[in-house]
Nanobody, 120 residues
Framework: VQLQASGGGSVQPGGSLRLSCAAS????????MRWHRQAPGKQRELVAG???????IYADSAKGRFTISRDNAGNMVYLQMNSLRPEDTAVYYC???????????????WGQGTLVTVSS
């Protein structure tokens, strides 16, 4: 199983970016997909998550500005980030709780990070 994140970049304050993450490989079911971020010198934190039923959760810092969504097939997750602030600067990681087959329990998989820089 692989998670491939993309969409990071540099943007001015107030701008927008859309992150994408694709899950591939032997997958029976994806229970949840999440975006985390880690700023320099800080711990990794959850930004947003979406479960298979479509329910979403957001960090307080993301509410009203970020939107997490999945594609119909369920193997892609997106993070639309609007009204970006300098404090949103971080490496963003996608994460998924995946069940590979009926014999294995679900476990977490992580993608490589994608850097988001918000600066004037």
């Amino acid at each position: 199983v692989q998670l491939q994140a993309s969409g990071g970049g540099s943007v001015q304050p107030g701008g927008s970016l859309r992150l994408s993450c694709a899950a591939s490989g032997s997958i029976l079911r994806i229970n949840a997909m999440r975006w985390h971020r880690q700023a320099p010198g800080k711990q990794r934190e959850l930004v947003a998550g979406i479960i298979s039923g479509g329910e979403t959760i957001y960090a307080d810092s993301a509410k009203g500005r970020f939107t997490i969504s999945r594609d119909n097939a369920g193997n892609m997750v997106y993070l639309q980030m609007n009204s970006l602030r300098p404090e949103d600067t971080a490496v963003y990681y996608c994460n998924a709780e995946i069940k590979r087959d009926v014999l294995r329990t679900s476990r977490d998989y992580w993608g490589q990070g994608t850097l988001v820089t918000v600066s004037s």
